[in-house]
């Protein structure tokens, strides 16, 4: 077993403490918003998961967050199910598809699983309209609004964001622990070199459609915290377009680390509003070159760029190249 | 009977369109083993070039020449510019270089020509031509006609021209194909040229039936993908036939099968894909690759 360093676990209670303090000291609008940070940041932790650690490229696990809040949004709207038996079932049942997918996906190598789940991802709402009794098809189905519980002096926005970044610390938390040790290993083994893996005795039926399983629980509680927070669900919800904007948090904020997750996170829900100080017209323009640009020059992302900024500021590499060469004269 | 006919042709019409856009990505993936997720929206992307034109007052066949040469153009300088600096990169970050190729060109159109549906104006005659005492679309006759002909001059250019050969060599083997002489570089930016072309004529041939809007090819290139997935990925052919059968046979089920009907059609293109992946990967026409450990 890995032991935590202690670093570490100082950033950890430093997000503990910012998360925590944050709602009390941005204006009140924002509260909402990070809600949606909380919920793109457990969706994209499973891409990192998936995608970054695992090397299976999804372009689809907007259909999980589908999936997971209509899970929510049915059971609340039909048989009046409160939320917390909701998204633990939303969850669930994520995970169930999510190893059925995940079965297929072992029989589709690389560029092929992008393809079958970029198609999963544009046919989603059309699933969702098409099955009209269960889903309210084109209108969507609308929820009630949450509200604190008795007894809690904090009001429905801040009760809505500890609830949600508690769930995301859990999802996190939980993550950490898969990951590291013996999954995490055969995780990055089966991505970097299936061949030599399965030869050392990982198996890779189990833990790749774990992983994608996961992915797809992390993806359906995100989902179910969407439907929670718009108090609304429809096939517009959960377009294309979301799936697409999960793998650009993933991308930007960095695919290899938790911590991109959060910072993907954040990237996803306050980008719209510099991409339209940019261009206003054309929001997406600028996603699409930041992309593109971001891939040329910081394949690793945000945190990853980051990363090596500070290492490079901590052990300059002139410094050391200069202590290395230095010629000794007697 | 009278209407079956109709909707086998109506379908080999869709089917065609398909048919060219998988060519497209087919191109592509052989050269250079990538699938370009931007290629309905480049297709897109044109077809409003082509619009823009006709607004300007050239005649629709005229704009619908010129609006093929600046594809090409274009094709030839996304290589250059966007692709070949990540072309030895990994598998994620082709991906998603081409990814925001697509949500470029999509916000790009958008923010050019607005997100209302435009009407786009057909280049055939509207009224319907008999034959056999069956009456067909002129329009999906000339679909068909268009699209096959474009194809036949791709393959033309591929079997008979020096140029194509050289394009041939360079995709299959690149380094032999530097040593001959042949700039594999530009081969394959002409590949993206030629694939760019091809895209356009469909979006131009569907534009009159889908109307024009920034989303129009988001569900035909998921059409495109079944399609070469079903002739197999390598193959050109596979992707004509691919496309055609996929077309006819979507079409019918649309039709025909009160459960699919409309709103399912992606989903069982969805489930092509899946259960030819799953079963035979090669697809129809393509060879089964095999790997060396």
Same mark, same amino acid.
């Given at each position: 077993?890995?032991?935590?360093?202690?670093?570490?676990?100082?950033?950890?209670?430093?997000?503990?403490?910012?998360?925590?303090?944050?709602?009390?000291?941005?204006?009140?609008?924002?509260?909402?918003?990070?809600?949606?940070? !909380?919920?793109?940041?457990?969706?994209?932790?499973?891409?990192?998961?998936?995608? +970054? %650690?695992?090397?299976?490229?999804?372009?689809?696990?907007?259909?999980?967050?589908?999936? +997971?809040?209509?899970?929510?949004?049915?059971?609340?709207? +039909?048989?009046?199910?409160?939320?917390?038996?909701?998204?633990?079932?939303?969850?669930?049942?994520?995970?169930?598809?999510?190893?059925?997918?995940?079965?297929?996906?072992?029989?589709?190598?690389?560029?092929?699983?992008?393809?079958?789940?970029?198609?999963?991802?544009?046919?989603?709402?059309?699933?969702?309209?098409?099955?009209?009794?269960?889903?309210?098809?084109?209108?969507?189905?609308?929820?009630?609004?949450?509200?604190?519980?008795?007894?809690? @002096?904090?009001?429905?926005?801040?009760?809505?964001?500890?609830?949600?970044?508690?769930?995301?610390?859990?999802?996190?938390?939980?993550?950490?622990?898969?990951?590291?040790?013996?999954?995490?290993?055969?995780?990055?083994?089966?991505?970097?070199?299936?061949?030599?893996?399965?030869?050392?005795?990982?198996?890779?039926?189990?833990?790749?459609?774990?992983?994608?399983?996961?992915?797809?629980?992390?993806?359906?509680?995100?989902?179910?915290?969407?439907?929670?927070?718009?108090?609304?669900?429809?096939?517009?919800?959960?377009?294309?377009?979301?799936?697409?904007?999960?793998?650009?948090?993933?991308?930007?904020?960095?695919? %290899?680390?938790?911590?991109?997750?959060?910072?993907?996170?954040?990237?996803?829900?306050?980008?719209?509003?510099?991409?339209?100080?940019?261009?206003?017209?054309?929001?997406?323009?600028?996603?699409?070159?930041?992309?593109?640009?971001? $891939?040329?020059?910081?394949?690793?992302?945000?945190?990853? *760029?980051?990363?090596?900024?500070?290492?490079?500021?901590?052990?300059?590499?002139?410094?050391?190249?200069?202590?290395?060469?230095?010629?000794?004269?007697? | 009977?009278?209407?079956?006919?109709?909707?086998?042709?109506?379908?080999?019409?869709?089917?065609?369109?398909?048919?060219?856009?998988?060519?497209?990505?087919?191109?592509?993936?052989?050269?250079?083993?990538?699938?370009?997720?931007?290629?309905?929206?480049?297709?897109?992307?044109?077809?409003?070039?082509?619009?823009?034109?006709?607004?300007?007052?050239?005649?629709?066949?005229?704009?619908?020449?010129?609006?093929?040469?600046?594809?090409?153009?274009?094709?030839?300088?996304?290589?250059?510019?966007?692709?070949? @600096?990540?072309?030895?990169?990994?598998?994620?970050?082709?991906?998603?270089?081409?990814?925001?190729?697509?949500?470029?060109?999509?916000?790009? !159109?958008?923010?050019?020509?607005?997100?209302?549906?435009?009407?786009?104006?057909? @280049?055939?005659?509207?009224?319907?031509?008999?034959?056999?005492?069956?009456?067909?679309?002129?329009?999906?006759? *000339?679909?068909?006609?268009?699209?096959?002909?474009?194809?036949?001059?791709?393959?033309?250019?591929?079997?008979?021209?020096?140029? *194509?050969?050289? $394009?041939?060599?360079?995709?299959?083997?690149?380094?032999?194909?530097?040593?001959?002489?042949?700039?594999?570089?530009?081969?394959?930016?002409?590949?993206?040229?030629?694939?760019?072309?091809? #895209?356009?004529?469909?979006?131009?041939?569907?534009?009159?039936?889908?109307?024009?809007?920034?989303? %129009?090819?988001?569900?035909?290139?998921?059409?495109?993908?079944?399609?070469?997935?079903?002739?197999?990925?390598?193959?050109?052919? +596979?992707?004509?036939?691919?496309?055609?059968?996929? #077309?006819?046979?979507?079409?019918?089920?649309?039709?025909?099968?009160?459960?699919?009907?409309?709103?399912?059609?992606?989903?069982?293109?969805?489930?092509?894909?899946?259960?030819?992946? %799953?079963?035979?990967?090669?697809?129809?026409?393509?060879?089964?690759?095999?790997?060396?450990?």
């Amino acid at each position: 077993m890995k032991r935590t360093s202690s670093g570490t676990l100082l950033r950890v209670a430093l997000a503990v403490a910012v998360v925590a303090i944050v709602p009390w000291i941005v204006p009140s609008f924002l509260v909402f918003d990070l809600v949606f940070v !909380a919920a793109y940041a457990i969706a994209i932790l499973g891409l990192v998961i998936l995608t +970054g %650690m695992n090397g299976q490229i999804s372009l689809g696990h907007g259909a999980f967050m589908a999936l +997971g809040g209509y899970v929510v949004a049915v059971l609340a709207h +039909g048989a009046g199910w409160p939320y917390w038996i909701g998204v633990p079932l939303a969850a669930l049942a994520c995970g169930a598809v999510g190893i059925v997918i995940g079965l297929v996906a072992l029989r589709l190598e690389g560029v092929y699983l992008a393809l079958a789940t970029f198609s999963l991802a544009v046919a989603t709402p059309s699933f969702l309209k098409h099955f009209k009794s269960v889903t309210g098809g084109f209108g969507g189905l609308s929820l009630n609004p949450v509200t604190a519980p008795p007894g809690v @002096p904090l009001d429905a926005q801040h009760w809505l964001y500890y609830v949600s970044w508690g769930v995301a610390g859990v999802c996190f938390l939980l993550s950490a622990l898969l990951v590291r040790g013996k999954f995490g290993r055969a995780l990055r083994a089966l991505r970097d070199n299936p061949i030599a893996a399965v030869s050392f005795g990982v198996n890779p039926y189990v833990y790749k459609t774990l992983a994608f399983a996961w992915s797809a629980v992390l993806a359906g509680i995100a989902g179910g915290f969407f439907a929670i927070a718009t108090a609304y669900v429809s096939p517009d919800t959960f377009s294309f377009a979301l799936s697409i904007t999960l793998l650009i948090g993933a991308v930007l904020g960095g695919i %290899m680390t938790f911590w991109g997750a959060l910072a993907g996170g954040v990237v996803i829900e306050f980008l719209p509003l510099v991409a339209q100080q940019v261009n206003a017209a054309a929001p997406s323009v600028v996603y699409g070159v930041a992309l593109i640009l971001v $891939m040329m020059f910081v394949p690793d992302g945000i945190v990853g *760029g980051l990363l090596r900024l500070v290492r490079t500021a901590s052990f300059p590499p002139s410094a050391a190249s200069v202590a290395v060469e230095q010629p000794t004269r007697e | 009977m009278h209407e079956l006919a109709q909707q086998i042709v109506s379908g080999l019409a869709t089917g065609s369109i398909f048919a060219s856009l998988a060519l497209a990505l087919v191109l592509i993936y052989r050269a250079m083993g990538i699938i370009n997720f931007a290629q309905g929206e480049m297709a897109m992307f044109t077809t409003y070039i082509a619009w823009q034109l006709v607004q300007l007052g050239l005649p629709i066949w005229l704009a619908f020449g010129a609006t093929l040469v600046i594809a090409f153009a274009g094709g030839v300088a996304l290589e250059r510019i966007v692709i070949r @600096p990540v072309e030895r990169a990994n598998q994620l970050t082709i991906v998603i270089v081409t990814l925001g190729l697509f949500i470029a060109f999509n916000g790009l !159109a958008g923010w050019f020509w607005g997100y209302i549906v435009k009407s786009f104006p057909t @280049p055939f005659p509207t009224s319907p031509i008999q034959v056999g005492g069956i009456g067909f679309s002129a329009q999906d006759l *000339g679909i068909i006609v268009v699209s096959l002909l474009t194809l036949g001059l791709i393959t033309l250019f591929f079997q008979k021209t020096k140029l *194509g050969l050289a $394009m041939r060599a360079a995709a299959l083997y690149p380094e032999q194909s530097r040593v001959m002489g042949i700039r594999v570089g530009w081969m394959l930016a002409l590949g993206w040229g030629l694939a760019a072309v091809v #895209g356009a004529v469909a979006g131009i041939m569907i534009a009159p039936v889908t109307f024009l809007d920034p989303n %129009m090819m988001q569900s035909v290139i998921v059409y495109a993908f079944a399609s070469a997935v079903l002739g197999g990925i390598e193959s050109p052919v +596979g992707a004509v036939v691919g496309g055609l059968v996929l #077309g006819v046979v979507i079409n019918l089920l649309g039709t025909y099968v009160e459960f699919i009907g409309n709103e399912l059609r992606l989903a069982a293109a969805l489930a092509i894909i899946v259960l030819v992946l %799953m079963v035979k990967p090669s697809g129809l026409f393509g060879r089964t690759v095999v790997h060396r450990v």
